[in-house]
């Protein structure tokens, strides 16, 4: 598999940035992870939209789902439909994939994009909200979704070849009840989860990169930092 940055930032973009947004391609599979805004712009650079065969949205937060609103106008003029995997709920915001262009499907089942198969943990966030494990020809690639820390993660995300994580945090300013993960934290399951590598994202653009990457780095030393047009293989 070979992912590719298309956005890191959340829950809002930096000047020149895009909110959380990231190609998964194997063969000729193509997973849109995550469609904040700004995404569509940077994927229609790589690649036409339409060839995408599925997209996944781990919850319904408009930092990851916003590009989807007007990625429909494009397909219905292409007739392009596409599945999306999100989960049912907040129930007014999953409305809005109700047009012609999105077949929903329930996150929380899993299932088989093309060459891909993936599952999904319910992790620790205001709404629902998924990490992803996606598997192709023996190689793991595991996604936390947004999540504070979660006692399963670990285990869902064992062996991954490469663990993208929420890290939005600092030391300093992470505690239990925010919404995200530090990097610190996220290095921890990184850890625990004995990964070969991990890569750090929604990065908040009031908060220094470089000091999450340190305070992840002391405790698993393979993290690099998402970046818009990173790609990674898997
Ligand atoms: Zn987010
Ligand atoms: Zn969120």
Known sequence: MRLTVLGCNGPFPEAGGALSGYLLKAGNTRILLECGSGVISFLTALTEPEKIDGIIL???HFDHMSDILPLQ???AMTGKRVKVYAPSAPENVRALLDCPAFEWCDIAAGGKIG???F???PVRHPVPSYAVRFEHDGKVFCYTGDTNTCESLAGFAAKSDLMLA???FTDEMWHEGLPHLSARK???IALRADVKRLILTHFRPDISRE???EQAQSVFENTCLAQV???AEV
Do not use: N, Q
């Open 58 to 60: 781990s919850h319904l």
């Open 166 to 168: 929420d890290a939005c």
């Open 115 to 117: 060459e891909i198969a």
């Open 119 to 121: 599952t999904t943990l």
């Open 229 to 231: 047009g990173l790609k």
């Open 186 to 188: 996220a290095a921890e």
């Open 211 to 213: 000091k999450l990457l």
């Open 73 to 75: 106008y494009r397909f």
